[in-house]
């Protein structure tokens, strides 16, 4: 976690990287590329609030751009497998899609992750499905699936650099660490409601599981570009109206 020594102060929290959508395998949706961060110091030092790295590309970190809030129910667009696409993943939605659609649901495709030993309760399912299509259909195709995909494997090696005492769970302390090193400095207010939220082993020290990992990660990163959307100028403050409130926030809700 180089140039992360301590929690920034003042305004910020929740400021990632968003380094465009397309990040390679090996590294999460949407992180940075290595050795690049997101923090001005000199301007945390002076207690104003972060500003994007030069090479940053706006909004990234989600399928770009954004879509309008009409479109949440839109039919998704036939797609195929990008060039290069590990045939494993290729044959693994190709199983999945029994009815040669083109396309699987919620069922499907959480049959698909359980084959590769990654068991999803079905609301994270749902939350994948949104964030991947930007629709709540609830059906994915290949070039969706297959950035998805990736992208868990990517999500997998970050739960496993931060379990460190690999008890499979993650607890408070590791997950601040684990969303620090993707860019998001939550407050300790914030990281509390979260393992609160997400951590369901009970008892006084809760702790989250990797399913539920990804649904936590997914939400902090989703609801901060959302609202990066309204705070342009970086000032840690946005302007929603009432409907844009709810259907910002809902889809994260009802997933």
Not at 27 to 55: L, M, S, T, V, W
Not at 151 to 159: D, E, P
Request: aromatic share 14%.
């Amino acid at each position: 976690m180089s140039g992360y020594s301590h929690s920034p102060p003042g305004y910020g929290y929740g400021y990632g990287h968003g380094y465009g959508s397309a990040s390679p395998p090996g590294q999460p949706y949407g992180a940075p590329p290595q050795g690049q961060h997101q923090y001005d110091h000199k301007a945390r030092a002076n207690g104003a609030p972060a500003k994007p790295h030069k090479n940053q590309a706006h909004g990234g970190g989600y399928p770009a751009p954004a879509p309008s809030y009409g479109s949440l129910f839109a039919a998704l667009v036939p797609s195929v497998f990008p060039p290069g696409t590990d045939p494993q993943i290729i044959s693994c939605f190709q199983l999945a899609d029994q009815d040669g659609s083109g396309f699987i649901d919620d069922k499907e495709m959480q049959r698909a992750l359980s084959s590769y030993n990654q068991s999803f309760s079905l609301r994270t399912v749902h939350l994948l499905m949104y964030l991947f299509t930007q629709t709540n259909t609830r059906k994915i195709g290949p070039k969706e699936f297959a950035a998805l995909f990736y992208s868990l494997q990517s999500w997998r090696g970050v739960f496993e650099r931060f379990d460190r005492d690999r008890s499979g769970f993650i607890d408070a302390n590791e997950l601040r660490d684990a969303l620090l090193s993707l860019g998001f400095a939550v407050s300790p207010v914030v990281l509390e409601l979260l393992v609160y939220k997400f951590g369901k082993t009970g008892g006084k020290k809760r702790a989250i599981e990797y399913d539920n990992f990804i649904e936590c990660c997914m939400t902090v990163k989703g609801l901060t570009e959302r609202f990066k959307e309204k705070d342009r100028a970086y000032t840690g403050m946005g302007t929603f109206t009432y409907e844009e409130f709810m259907l910002t926030v809902l889809p994260f809700l009802i997933a």
